[in-house]
């Protein structure tokens, strides 16, 4: 299994943006799948947005057009540009890996996004 790191997380106004990074311990070249779930105080884990090496990208609808998921190969690593930032976006930030979408097998810490109105 690969061990992922994110980091990026923080404060940030309404309207405001932030890019979250996921660092991976190995190359990520043949890593399936990626991703990215959030979790909000006293509600269920959901998916934000995933990657594959084909390319392949799907968001949230609550996302869509506002937050861009990407991967840098050569840097292991896994990114979430998140941008026009909602307070109804505060939540842990996980980073995810797996063989194929939704068959996740490794999880990073999770970074807090707080998001103020």
């Known amino acids: 299994q690969v061990q992922l790191v994110e980091s990026g997380g923080g404060l940030v106004q309404a309207g405001g943006s932030l890019t979250l990074s996921c660092a991976a311990s190995?190359?990520?070249?043949?890593?399936?799948?990626m991703g990215w779930y959030r979790q909000a105080p006293g509600k269920q884990r959901e998916l934000v947005a995933t990657?594959?090496?084909?390319?392949?990208?799907s968001y949230a609808g609550s996302v869509k057009g506002r937050f861009t998921i990407s991967r840098d190969n050569a840097k292991n690593a896994l990114y979430l540009q998140m941008n026009s930032l909602k307070p109804e976006d505060t939540a842990v930030y996980y980073c995810t890996a797996g063989v194929g979408l939704l068959l996740w097998e490794s999880w990073g810490q999770g970074t807090q996004v707080t998001v103020s109105s």
């Open positions: 990657i594959t090496t084909g390319g392949s990208i």
């Open positions: 190995r190359s990520i070249f043949s890593i399936n799948a």
